[in-house]
Structure formats: C-alpha cells, structure tokens
C-alpha cells in the first residue's frame, strides 16, 4: 500500500470547519453533508474541508487532540511507556500532515504541533522497529502489536515481509532436512 | 454577627497563597504559588491584573505603592504597585523567604527565612539591612511591632522569639510550638499578630488557640479559643481598629473574636473546608479576605465598619500602659479601649456585651451595603453582581446566629441598648441595569466583542497600540471583512445584511455620533454620519431591514432610514436598556421603574412598522427571573422576539397566546460547572437551534482563540419530562410554539414555507396520536377526549379508529361526537370563508373593470408582443386557478358558477400583478424574508391544496376546467373524448392521469404546436378577433375556431359542474 492511500483513506476523516457560505445540503453516495450556515461549525470530511478551505470558503477546526497541551502529555505517555499508547486518532499523522500544510492559519501553535506529532511518530516507529528487531532475533513464531496505525503498519509492512521472506528462505536453505528443498515460488 | 460568606473563587493554581488590601481598601492582592501577584477589583473580578513575579510567590505585603514579595529565587523583591514595575530586589536569603511583612509606617520589611534568619531591611535603602539571627529552624512567620521597636518572629524550632530590632537580640522566646524540620511539614503557618494602633498585645496561634502576650511585660494575658476549633489555627490577623482578632484554621474554620470581651463574635466555614492560609482584613474592617491552600480567594462581608480615621490623634505612648486588668475586669470603663480606637464612630465603647455589637453590626451594616451598591451598578454586568438583592439584613440572620452562638450566652442574655438609630429594614432598591448592546462583551475589556449576531461579528480593539474595529461577516457573500480606525471611540455597533451601525458617546468636545456603513448601497456614498444634539448620547442602537434606530439618553427613540433620512422619533417611557430589530420589528427593553430586592423592572415595547404601523407589545413588564438581568435580546430567524436573562432562561414571544412569554430553555442546565455559562448568540425556530457559544469560568468569550459556536437544544420546563408523557407533551407544546412563526410570517405578508408547515402540523397530530395511544393504554380516557379536542378531524377518524379496535366504545362514542362537531365547525368556517372570497372577487373584478377600460387602447399596441405573451399566461393562469378553486374547491358552486363565466369574460391579464405570480412560483426554503403583497401565494396554494385533497378524497368527477389553458389540459379537453371512448371504465383523475401520460408520448413538435395554442388563448376575445384580423394565416383561423368551439364546449361541461360539486360535497360531508 502505498502512503498516498493511505492518506486517502485518512480524507475521510470528519473535521469540523465553519463555513463562510449558505449552501443546503449536499447529497452524496458517502452520506449527506450539510446544510452549511455561514458561523455554524459543522463536521465534513477532510477532503471537502480542504477543498474548501483552499477556496477560502471556511475556517477547519483543529481536531480537539491537536493541542500542544495534549499532545506533549501524550508525548510523554508514549516515551515512557514501552508498549505502544493509543494513537491520539487513527490517522492523526496523515491528518497532521494535511491540516497543517492546508489550513495551517487556522491551527494555533502550528509548528509547535508538527514538532510534536513528528517526536510521537518517532518514539512509535523506534518502538516498531525496536519490537521487529527482537521479534527477528528471538525469532517467534508470532507477535502482536496493539494500537498501531494505518500508517505505522504500512511503513514497516513492506521491508518486514520481505526480510522475513527472505530470511525464511535463507533458513530452509540451511535445513534441508526440515522441507522438501527450497521452495519453489521464490 | 451577620457576615456574608461570597463564594468563593478560582484565583491560583494549588499550593500556599496569601492575601492583603491594598492601602485604599479598593484592591484586593494575592500571591500564589503559580507566582503571580493577582490585584483584584473584586471578588467579581473575572478579568485581574497579574504581575509575574517568579516561578512561585510565597508571601507578599503591600503598603504605600510599593509590593513586595517572596519568590523561589531567593530574593525578595519590591514591585510598584498597582503597575506592577519591577523596583529592585530589597533582599537575598540562601533559600526562598517564607514571609514578609512592612511595619506600620511602611518604611521597613522584614523578612523571615528557611536559612534560619529574619532580615529587616530599609525600603528606601536596601543596604540597611539588620539581621536577626538565633533560630534554630526555618522562620515562619514575622511581625513588627506596631511601635517599631520590637519583631516578632515564630520559628519551626518550636519558639515565638521577640527581638529588639535596633539591638539585633532577643528579648524573649516562648517555647509553644511543635518542632518541625521545615516550613512544609509544620502544621500550622503560625502567623503571628501584633495589635495595630495600642500594639498592645501580640496573637500568636498555639495549636488550636490565640495566644494574646502583652507587650513589654510579655506575659501570656489570655488564650482564645473555640470549640469548633479542632485543628491548629494556620493565621491570625487582628482587625484595623484592633478590637477583632480574626484566626483561620487549617480545617478551614475563620473565627473572629472580640478582644475586650474574648468572645466569639463571628464564625465561618470555608465552603469546601480546606486549609486557609491567608487572611486579611479590609482597611475599613468591613470586609476579611482569605485564600486557602487550594488558591481560592474567598470574601466575607458585612463587618462592623469601624474604620480609624485619619486624623484620629496617635494614641499617646504610655496611654496603653494602664494595664489590661482595666479592660477585662471593669465593664463600665471601657475608656481605653475608647481612646484606643478614637474614632467617633467606632462603636467600641458599646461593645460591652455581644448583642450591642450586633445591633451595631445591623446599623453599620446598611451604610456598607448601600454604598456597595453604587459600586456595583458599575460593574453590573458581572458575575453575581446582582445578589446585592441578596444583601443579608442584620435581624433576621441574627436569631439564626443566636442558634449558633448558643454557647456565647452573654449575647442572647445582654440587654437591648436603648438608643438605636433607626434603621431600614425594608426592601433595598436594585441599581438599575445598564444599558447594553446584546450580543457584545463588556465595554471595559480591550479586546471585545462589539457584536456578535447571525450576519457577523465586530471585534473591537482598545489597546496601547491600536483602537480598532474588525467587522467580519459570516457569509462573506454578504460583504468583505473590513478594517476600521476607531478614532472616534465608537461603542456600540450593529450589523445586518445592509449596513454596520455605529456610535459613540459625548465627549467634551465632540457630540455623540452615529455613523451608518451602508455597503449595500448601490451608489457611491456607502457611509453617513449623524450628530445627536447637544447633551443626548446614543445608549442603544439596532438596524432593521432597511431602518435604524438609536436609542439615547433623553429616552427618544430616533428612527432613520438605512440611506440615512430621519424618520420617526418617539419617547421611551423609561431608560432605555437594549433594542433588537428584525424585518420590520423593533423590540425595545426598558427601565419601568425601580426594582427591589435585586429585580430589574424592565418594560418591554414591540413595534411593527412597515404598511400597517402598529405596536404590537406596549410596554408590559418583562418577565425575567428572580433576581436577574437582562442578558441578552433578539428574534429568532423567523422573527420571533427572545431574551436570555442571567440565570440562562431563554424566553420567547408566544403569540398564540396573548404575547406572553414562553421560557424555552435553561442553558445553566447544561454547564458542567457553576461558572460556566452559554453565551447565546442567536436563536433558529426551524430548526430549533439556539446557537450559543460554550464559556468556561466566565460570562464572555474572549476574542481569542476565536470562539466557535455550539448549538443547544430546546426544553420548555413541563413537568415530568423523564416520563414518556412528559417528554411527548414537552414535545408537542415545543412544536405548537415553535410554529407559531408561520401563523405570524403569512398574516404579516411573508413567504412562508408550506412544506415545513404541513410537516409541523403532521408532526403535532402524530403526538398527539401518540399520546392519545399512550392515555388508552392507561386507561385515561377522560384524558384521550381532552387530547381528541386538539386533534384535527382526520386524526379525530383515526382516533375513534383505535378506539373501537381497542375496544373502548365509550370513547369511540364520545370521539365521534367531537368528530361531527369538528366537520361543521369547518363547514363553517368554510361559509365564513366563502363570504370572505366573493368580497375579494368583488373588489377584484372592480379593479379589473377599471383596468379594462384602461388598458384598453394600450391593449392594442402591446397584445402582440410576444415577450409579454408568457407572461401573461402566468397571470391569467393564476387568476383562472383563483377563481377556478373558489368556484370548485371550497364553496357552493351555484352562486360561483355565473362569476366565474362573468370574470372570464372580462378576463384581462393585468400587469400590475406580474411581480405577484413570478415570487409566487418561486419556492425559497431560506429563512431569509421576503416580502410579498398581501395574501398571494398563500392563499392560492392553499386552496389549490384543498382542491386536490377534495378531488381525492371525494373521488367524484369533477369537470376539468375549461377554462385552464396550459397546454396538458387544451389537449386534453380535445383529446378527452377519445380518452374516454378508449378506457369507458375510467374516473375523472384517471382520465387526467391517462391524458398526461399521452401528452408526454406526443413529439416535441407537436407539443410545441399545443404551446402556440394555449398562448392564444391568454389573450381575451377581442384579442382573438384582433389576431384574427392582422394575421393572414388559414390554420391559425382553423385553430381558433377550434379554440372557440373548446370554449363552448367547455362552457357547456361548466353547466354540469354544480350538481356534481354539490354531490361531491355532500358526499364529503358523510
């Protein structure tokens, strides 16, 4: 999966905006959106709320766990515990990522927000590649990683199955013994 | 004594914080552990100053201007006071000072330490500096003597040392206190006391007592105490006259004694119980603030106001030196205590007994409050500011103290002084509420909002840098933000969908203005500024739909137009307290008198302008709730009037029921904490919106971040709202009123949404319904009757239906009954309408006559115009359908029949109505209002509605109109005979279905050839024969001829029409 689908995937996120226009309602396959009363906030997907924010015809709302505060404490949560935190959203690097560089106006302390999710994600991919590490050399058999995102996942997705791929190959090769030789779809 | 605990109030983050006056009494100081100095206004004071003065403040004193403080950089630091300028650092410890104070004059501070050593320190000159140094432990607490000679210093190696300052030694130590390691784990502050003005004796808390040590001799003269002390006493301050010794106790208890007689005379709980630390006495005596551990600051009121004037002589040094056995063995001689406390008026000398100091209390007591209350009228629009309603009188409270104080029994016992002043016991006037701007923030604030309403918002800027406005639209289809200068200190502002309006008081120089941005004006002036008159000042303002209007001083009303020309004035009956317009409404709230006992009396003043100038509303009292103000003032989108008050109610017009007012909501039901409130800022009847932004700890929302707007439901407060009948009432009533509008928005001429209407009516008749099933099964059947009474006779059908399935034929007996006379009340009221209709065709066909005849030479020149052409049609169709339905729909046809034929024979499209028919044919769901000449579009679509609900429902044949020309129906009445000869078996509306379906299968250019046609016959007769005449063409005569002959035969069918209405009625009828 490539991140662009992820992030795809993330556009269907709600996020609050308040409109600058009066518009009924909109309906479309995925639900209805609206009716948009200009001041009134309102929660549409982030692919609309983009759109129209990029056209100035509303103000997004930051998502409540955007927020230094919370997002700092956090932080600290997910550096000091070993396991992994739940993700203050699904997608909230794709979110954070799409916000701030579309509606950063909108989003008080804007940059201290991207240092921050950027040091979440961090602490969870060293977490992730710390637990593949010792998942490979302990060499289970089976592991399970609890509150990890779409994105987080597919970061390490493709390099882990390919390693493990070939690892198991490297291995069959060295056992002759434990199969019938080696395998014949690689 | 009767002492008014304030609630209390968030001022620090959790930890040690202390509290003092300032010299004026005007402020109140805390210092926290979040190392800010707080200066309060009062208590109400949502907005304090702040002055950072560390990472942690742990003591602060403050005399003449200058503040001094404790802060975790070890240093103690003096701050001006009130700007909060940093002045230099006065002294430094190895670790953090644990308190400080000033001496009586102001010119020393000494400081106490964790590094063991007490300071006293110069103000003017830091580098004269006196250390006292032989304590063995942290100090806890210091203290001047009030004559300078002499500090005092506790300790937390368990000593209350008093120092000789000049000679830097000890003069004595009491071993009394627990010995502890740090300030942290003592159990009590242990702040230590010396009597102001005699410096008589020194208060230091033992544990759960006062101490009292007399100076010079220092022997321990007397303890104090209380048994609801159970928990060391943390603080002890004496009053500023000196005849009070206030303690607070680490269980939060406050108590005050009276010296001379040792007794209780007050005691007060903290609110939560937690651990109060620091206590301070108002200059004045009348009031003592604390704070506790949790950074609260809390008041309480109402104190004898003994204040020790100015110019009260000193008291001679050797006066006090008659010894205290004079105070406390000789009743009678209370000279010293006089001379003590020389004020005139200090009511000292006759506090011999408990009771006379109550009486006093009572006395005292009205002059403190009465002059609080100028004080609030100032600060009205805060939190609480109107409990002075509240305002404990002094006799009542007092029996209820004597419950408390049944211990103290020399106060109950003590005879009544015969002289009393008199005193007031009655009713206290409330100040009147100021006048504001609904939907804007408090004028004080520098950042505020001036307006907030559904077309935008108006930020005004009133800083150093910048006095500004911000106008910003919601839409921004209505207009682009805009930036404005305020050099003109504007206050109040409007703004609508056509303009910004704004104003100013009066200055010195300059008169109060008005200034009108109206950018929706089409030339190019798009501003105007008016002066009022000398001495008037704008108060209020409001813009309408097309109007302004300003509400000043001098209690006129003046009215202009929104291009700026003076219209109406008119005289207020009282001050003006807030306007909201709205269409053509003006709603105006204003003083009717005054109130008591903390109630406004507001009047209330509704106008209409508009074709038919009128005041709807005049002058009633406006109900709000008890002990409240106004808050705020508007109308719903639909054009309702409504108003919130301060305790959250939300009221709306009801004009269903006599223009009384309906509480619709209670946003204080939906705030989590006590402090939190909805600021509302507009309010949606469909759908029922009441949009309101979330505030927490205030009343207001700051500008920034900018707030967003939360929507609340309403509730009307009936009874039993948990139960399934409760809510579907609940329900019911709310729909009934929140559909009052429709009522109002089409009998004053506006379009209204029927499709909402006809939903609003289905959702009350199903309540209903299903109240009535819910009464059945609970066998009310009284009360299933009183609900069939509301139900309309279709649903009264349905009820008697479920009755007699239920088997309760008693009930359905009763329904029908109510059934047969819900059917002839229509029938009349059928009657009365038809009466209603022929005058209006009357009148109509005046008109038309008179327009015939005028129009008559034009009628030639224009009849070919073809751009005309369609229009018309839409005319004639209109009318047509008019009369048509008149004829058909509601009424007995005998008497209609020959009008119709008459009005079609004059029939003459008149251009007068073409704006009528096009807005009728427009559907606009908006909320926003359009005006419409009276009695158009309702009318008809209401009619034609019952006309289609008859046709179905009677399911007799009734004859298409001949006289219907669009083009379905000409082909039709051609068509209609072969219609029928294919399908005999066919009603009437399967004929008109079958021919549609067939006049859609025709080609396009056939359809087209039927268009020619129907224009044709918008024209009347002579125009036939005129087009007859001008134009050459064989087939056009062909079809006209044809035409004529439809018409004939149509005429013919028309004849039919009235025994078969007449039939289908009858047929209704059963």
Redesign the interface.
């Known amino acids: 999966m490539d991140p662009s689908e992820v992030e795809f995937l993330a556009e269907k996120e709600l996020v609050?905006i308040?409109p600058?226009?009066?518009l009924d309602k909109l309906y479309l396959i995925g639900g209805d959106l609206g009716p948009f009363?200009?001041?009134?906030?309102l929660y549409v997907p982030v692919w609309l709320a983009l759109n129209l924010k990029q056209r100035?015809?509303c103000?997004v709302?930051p998502p409540d766990w955007m927020d230094v505060e919370k997002l700092e404490e956090m932080r600290e949560l997910e550096r000091n515990a070993a396991t992994f935190t739940p993700a203050p959203c699904p997608y909230y690097m794709e979110l954070t990522k799409l916000l701030l560089n579309h509606a950063s106006d909108n989003i008080?302390k804007a940059d201290e927000i991207r240092t921050l999710v950027k040091d979440i994600w961090d602490t969870r991919i060293a977490k992730l590649r710390l637990s593949a590490d010792s998942f490979i050399t302990q060499q289970e058999a089976h592991a399970k990683l609890d509150n990890l995102t779409l994105m987080e996942i597919n970061t390490i997705r493709g390099f882990l199955l390919e390693s493990l791929n070939c690892m198991y190959k490297l291995r069959s090769n060295l056992q002759p013994g434990s199969s019938k030789g080696p395998l014949a779809d690689y | 004594m009767p002492c008014e605990r304030k609630p209390m109030r968030y001022g620090h983050s959790e930890g040690h914080t202390e509290v003092c006056f300032d010299d004026t009494g005007k402020f109140i100081v805390t210092c926290g552990h979040d190392g800010d100095v707080r200066i309060w206004e009062n208590l109400d004071d949502d907005d304090p100053r702040f002055i950072t003065v560390g990472e942690k403040a742990y003591s602060l004193a403050l005399k003449n201007g200058k503040l001094v403080t404790a802060n975790s950089s070890n240093a103690v630091q003096i701050h001006t006071f009130p700007d909060g300028e940093p002045d230099g650092i006065l002294t430094r410890f190895t670790t953090n000072a644990t308190h400080v104070t000033f001496n009586t004059s102001g010119s020393k501070v000494a400081a106490g330490s964790s590094d063991f050593l007490v300071k006293v320190v110069e103000v003017s000159d830091s580098s004269q500096q006196k250390t006292l140094r032989g304590h063995e432990a942290p100090v806890l607490s210091v203290t001047f003597d009030p004559k300078g000679d002499f500090l005092a210093s506790a300790s937390c190696d368990g000593s209350v040392v008093v120092w000789n300052i000049e000679e830097q030694a000890q003069v004595i130590s009491w071993p009394v206190l627990q010995k502890t390691n740090d300030v942290s784990n003592a159990k009590s502050l242990c702040r230590l006391a010396w009597q102001p003005r005699t410096a008589k004796f020194l208060a230091v808390p033992v544990e759960t007592k006062v101490h009292l040590y007399e100076r010079e001799s220092w022997n321990h003269v007397t303890t104090l105490s209380d048994d609801l002390l159970n928990q060391p006493i943390n603080v002890a301050a004496w009053s500023p006259c000196g005849n009070f010794l206030a303690a607070a106790s680490v269980g939060g208890f406050i108590i005050v004694w009276d010296i001379e007689s040792k007794l209780c005379v007050e005691r007060q709980k903290h609110e939560k119980g937690f651990t109060v630390c620091g206590l301070a006495w108002h200059p004045s005596g009348s009031q003592i603030a604390y704070t506790d551990t949790e950074g609260c600051l809390g008041l309480l009121e109402g104190f004898r106001a003994s204040v020790p004037t100015t110019n009260t002589p000193k008291v001679p040094a050797g006066k006090p030196e008659r010894g205290y056995e004079d105070l406390f063995d000789d009743e009678d001689d209370d000279q010293v205590m006089d001379e003590g406390c020389s004020d005139a008026n200090s009511p000292a000398k006759k506090a011999a007994s408990g009771v006379q100091a109550d009486e006093e209390d009572d006395d005292d007591f009205v002059i403190p409050a009465t002059g609080r209350v100028k004080n609030r009228g100032a600060i009205l629009d805060d939190e609480n500011s109107l409990d002075s309603g509240s305002l404990k009188f002094g006799r009542p409270k007092f029996g209820d103290d004597n419950d408390d104080d049944a211990d103290s029994a020399v106060m109950t016992a003590g005879p009544l002084p015969a002289t009393l002043r008199p005193v007031y016991e009655g009713p206290q006037p409330t100040p009147p509420q100021k006048a504001f701007q609904p939907g804007s923030t408090p004028v004080h604030l520098t950042h505020r909002f001036m307006m907030w309403n559904?077309v935008?918002t108006v930020r005004g800027y009133n800083d150093e840098q910048d006095n500004a406005i911000d106008v910003e639209?919601?839409?921004?289809?209505v207009h682009h933000a805009m930036h404005l200068t305020n050099s003109l200190g504007h206050t109040m502002t409007d703004v609508s969908q056509e303009a910004v309006l704004l104003a100013c008081a009066s200055t010195n120089e300059l008169a109060s203005k008005i200034h009108c941005l109206h950018f929706s004006s089409w030339d190019t002036n798009k501003e105007w500024m008016v002066d009022l008159p000398q001495g008037e000042d704008a108060r209020a303002l409001c813009l309408g739909q097309g109007w302004a209007a300003v509400a000043t001083s001098t209690l006129i009303v003046r009215l202009f137009t929104i291009g700026g020309v003076q219209r109406e004035i008119f005289s207020l009956p009282g001050a003006v307290v807030c306007m909201a317009g709205h269409g053509e409404q003006l709603l105006i709230v204003y003083h009717r008198g005054t109130g008591f006992d903390g109630e406004q009396a507001l009047g209330v003043q509704l106008l209409q302008f508009g074709r038919k100038r009128r005041q709807i509303i005049n002058g009633e009292p406006l109900p709000i709730s008890q002990k409240s103000y106004l808050c705020w003032l508007g109308f719903t989108a639909e054009g309702t009037p409504c108003y919130v008050d301060s305790e959250g109610v939300v009221r709306m017009l009801n004009r269903s029921l006599g223009f009384t007012w309906t509480p619709v909501c209670n946003t204080r039901d939906t705030c989590k904490s006590k402090s939190d409130h909805y600021w509302v800022v507009g309010v949606h009847e469909n759908p029922q919106q009441l949009?309101c932004i979330p505030c927490k700890g205030s009343r207001y929302p700051p500008t920034l971040?900018?707030p967003?707007?939360?929507?609340l439901p309403f509730k009307l407060p009936l009874c039993q709202t948990t139960t399934e009948k409760g809510q579907m009432e609940e329900q019911f009533w709310r729909s009934v009123l929140f559909h009052n509008h429709y009522s109002f928005l089409s009998s004053s001429g506006y379009e209204v949404d029927e499709v909402g209407q006809s939903q609003s009516q289905k959702e009350q008749q199903e309540l209903l319904m299903k109240m009535f099933a819910l009464s059945c099964k609970l066998e009310r059947e009284f009360r299933c009757v009183e609900l069939a009474e509301l139900m309309t006779q279709n649903v009264v059908t349905l009820a008697i239906r479920y009755a007699s399935k239920s088997r309760r034929m008693a009930l359905a007996q009763r329904l029908s009954e109510i059934a047969l006379e819900k059917a002839s009340q229509i029938q009349e009221e059928e009657q009365e309408d038809v009466t209603e209709y022929s005058d209006i065709r009357q009148t109509l066909e005046d008109e038309r006559s008179q327009e015939l005849e005028e129009e008559e030479g034009e009628r030639e020149i224009e009849s070919e115009d073809g751009v005309e052409a369609p229009k018309r049609q839409l005319q004639l169709k209109f009318w047509m359908g008019c009369m048509q339905v008149l004829g058909s729909g509601k009424s007995s046809p005998v008497s209609c029949h020959p009008r119709v034929k008459n009005i079609l024979d004059h029939m003459t499209p008149s251009r007068k109505l073409a704006p009528l028919s096009a807005s009728a044919g427009k559907s606009n769901r908006?909320p926003v209002l359009k005006p419409l000449p009276p009695r158009a579009k309702g009318k008809t679509q209401e009619i034609l509605e019952a006309r289609d609900d008859q046709q179905k429902k009677a399911d007799a044949p009734t004859a298409p109109s001949p006289i219907c020309v669009s083009k379905p129906t000409l082909w039709l009445e051609e068509n209609r005979k072969n219609i029928t000869a294919d399908h005999p078996d066919l009603e009437e509306t399967d004929i008109i279905k079958e021919a549609m379906g067939l006049f859609r299968n025709l080609s396009a250019d056939e359809r087209l050839a039927w268009t020619e046609r129907a224009k044709g016959l918008t024209g009347d007769v002579k125009d036939l024969k005129k087009r007859k005449r001008t134009e050459a063409g064989g087939g056009i005569e062909n079809e006209i001829g044809q035409l004529e002959a439809n018409e004939n035969d149509a005429k013919k069918k028309k004849a039919m029409d009235p025994s078969s209405k007449l039939s289908a009625f009858a047929f209704h009828k059963d």
Do not use: E, W, Y
């Open positions: 609050k308040i600058n226009f009066n009363n200009p001041g009134l906030p100035q015809k103000r709302v008080p | 559904s935008g639209f919601h839409d921004t289809a949009r971040p900018r967003a707007v939360a929507i908006s």
